[in-house]
């Protein structure tokens, strides 16, 4: 048994658990901690000629990951990992940022690649919900991108979007609001309209034999990320399993 902390560093947050860890089947045996930070990588990092995240966003990101270093270690942490996503996947100097993590702050950073994000956004729904093995949907909607993953004894569907939450936001207030500013609200119907076909024009580039599969019930849906556990549970009054109206698959927010 090892007390681990584990950081995700996101495109618009920071997060953090400290848990008691079993070696032998990688099960999280109990949880300490469990801490979510804004921290804005994306939004600085969208449409800088040098495609860059500034050094005043660097500054402020090596600060969290310190004071939330300090509490893990505080709450009993033995070993310290972080992985970094689309922002620092999308950055020239997001590799830098990891690299300055592992080095001066004492904590092993790597930057992951979208398919590795999607099969650990699997390990963890599965773990969190103690689903047994079988046939299994992970919708991972973060604040840069977004991955839909179909497992079975292997991965056999995978769905990589650049279109996460801060990206649609963005493109709602340039593209259809065409307003100067950083937030879309409030929001008209015939702008929520074209907003929703947007979405469904991203959603179309999904093979048509995936999508039959969604929505057949074969594979149960997990919903894993901020924008369904921040966002769209609480609109549907803490149901869970919630489903669309649209569709009969159960959604599972983990």
């Given at each position: 048994?090892v007390r681990?902390?584990a950081f995700?560093?996101?495109?618009g947050?920071i997060?953090c658990?400290?848990?008691?860890?079993?070696?032998?089947?990688?099960?999280?045996?109990?949880?300490h901690?469990?801490?979510?930070?804004?921290?804005?990588?994306?939004?600085?990092l969208?449409g800088r000629?040098?495609e860059?995240?500034p050094?005043?966003m660097?500054?402020?990101?090596?600060?969290?990951?310190l004071?939330?270093?300090t509490?893990a270690?505080?709450?009993?942490?033995?070993?310290y990992?972080?992985v970094?996503?689309e922002?620092?996947r999308m950055?020239?100097?997001?590799?830098?940022?990891?690299?300055?993590?592992?080095?001066?702050?004492?904590?092993?950073t790597?930057?992951?690649?979208?398919?590795?994000?999607?099969?650990l956004g699997?390990?963890?729904?599965?773990?969190?919900?103690?689903?047994?093995k079988g046939?299994?949907?992970?919708?991972?909607?973060?604040?840069?991108?977004m991955q839909?993953?179909?497992?079975?004894?292997?991965p056999?569907?995978?769905?990589?979007?650049?279109?996460?939450?801060?990206?649609?936001?963005?493109?709602i207030?340039?593209?259809?609001?065409?307003?100067?500013?950083s937030?879309?609200n409030?929001?008209?119907?015939?702008?929520?309209?074209?907003a929703?076909q947007?979405?469904?024009?991203?959603a179309?580039r999904?093979?048509e034999?995936?999508?039959?599969r969604?929505?057949?019930?074969?594979?149960p849906?997990?919903?894993i990320?901020?924008?369904?556990?921040?966002?769209?549970?609480?609109?549907?009054?803490?149901?869970?399993?919630?489903?669309g109206?649209?569709?009969?698959?159960?959604?599972h927010p983990?």
């Amino acid at each position: 048994m090892v007390r681990r902390a584990a950081f995700d560093i996101g495109s618009g947050s920071i997060k953090c658990v400290v848990a008691d860890v079993n070696t032998a089947t990688g099960k999280v045996v109990k949880e300490h901690l469990r801490i979510n930070v804004k921290a804005d990588f994306v939004e600085k990092l969208t449409g800088r000629a040098d495609e860059r995240i500034p050094p005043a966003m660097m500054a402020e990101g090596m600060t969290l990951m310190l004071q939330l270093k300090t509490r893990a270690r505080n709450a009993g942490a033995e070993e310290y990992a972080a992985v970094a996503t689309e922002a620092f996947r999308m950055a020239k100097n997001g590799r830098d940022f990891a690299k300055r993590l592992t080095e001066e702050a004492g904590i092993p950073t790597r930057v992951i690649g979208v398919d590795e994000e999607a099969l650990l956004g699997i390990v963890a729904a599965r773990l969190k919900k103690d689903i047994p093995k079988g046939p299994v949907a992970v919708w991972d909607v973060g604040g840069g991108s977004m991955q839909i993953t179909l497992i079975d004894d292997k991965p056999v569907f995978f769905y990589s979007s650049k279109l996460g939450s801060i990206p649609f936001k963005n493109l709602i207030v340039e593209e259809i609001q065409n307003k100067p500013g950083s937030s879309p609200n409030p929001i008209s119907y015939a702008e929520s309209d074209r907003a929703l076909q947007r979405a469904r024009a991203e959603a179309a580039r999904i093979p048509e034999k995936e999508k039959r599969r969604l929505s057949s019930g074969e594979f149960p849906v997990l919903g894993i990320g901020p924008v369904h556990n921040r966002s769209i549970l609480p609109q549907v009054q803490n149901k869970a399993p919630y489903t669309g109206r649209t569709s009969p698959t159960p959604s599972h927010p983990v």
